[in-house]
């Protein structure tokens, strides 16, 4: 299946069809979202 074609679109995209929706972070802040109302930025990590 290829997730980033047709579930896990940038415009529109369908968290509750995911296979991967409990490891997702993506989701997990998006839930969290709906129940503050706000998004929390996203921090950058250096990988180096």
Do not use: R
């Amino acid at each position: 299946m290829e997730l980033g074609a047709e579930i896990c679109t940038p415009q529109n995209p369908h968290c509750s069809d995911c296979p991967v929706k409990d490891f997702c972070l993506a989701y997990l802040a998006v839930k969290k979202s709906t129940k503050t109302g706000k998004l929390d930025s996203y921090v950058k990590k250096n990988l180096w």
